[in-house]
């Protein structure tokens, strides 16, 4: 009995933890969660998840087709360094087919470029005093835009790690205080 109560309380804990992180933490919590379950606890949680997704699928359906479309992918315009860019990537790489390596590829040069122009509005902001990027709302979309591209299996394992190094670099960035984004950690 007293482990049943234990386990209810850590539960509600991680619940109320979960809860509040940020949804880059959120998806790599679960990604490492997930890690850890046998085959057929994944099998069940693959079928609830598809339940739970299903009550959205009539309202995604036309971004997953964009997103699953490497022609549509190739005439985004050039990717800016914008919450609405971020935003847009985000829902393309939450709605990437895990077996669509094409695409996947078009989106890795994407967030490549995304990461370059990141840098260099660092790099520019050093100069002046006044900070290119002030919004803590954009840090956590280009950081929750790469966590889900490194934990996405449509990804290589080469890209992917370069994705893993290249969310190590924003974050480090964007906890810069020169950047002023705060509380990236």
Known sequence: MRVCVYI???????????????????IDLMCGLLQLCVPLELRFIGSYLEDLARKDYSD??????????SDTLRET????????ACGALNVYVS???????????VLFDML???????????KQSGSSEKP???DFEMADDILLLFT??????A???SQRFQLYNDRKTLKSLLNDSTVCIPGVS
Do not use: Y
């Open 8 to 26: 209810m309380v850590c539960k509600d804990e991680l619940c109320a933890s979960f809860k509040n992180l940020r949804s880059a933490d959120r």
């Open 60 to 69: 995604l359906k036309e971004f997953e087709t964009k997103a699953n479309d």
């Open 77 to 84: 315009p050039v990717i800016e360094a914008t919450k609405d």
């Open 95 to 105: 709605l990437l087919h895990s077996d669509n390596s094409f695409c996947a590829h």
């Open 112 to 122: 490549r470029g995304l990461k370059d122009l990141i840098q260099d509005a660092v």
């Open 132 to 134: 290119v990027m002030c």
């Open 148 to 153: 889900m591209a490194l934990h996405h299996p």
């Open 155 to 157: 990804f290589t394992f």
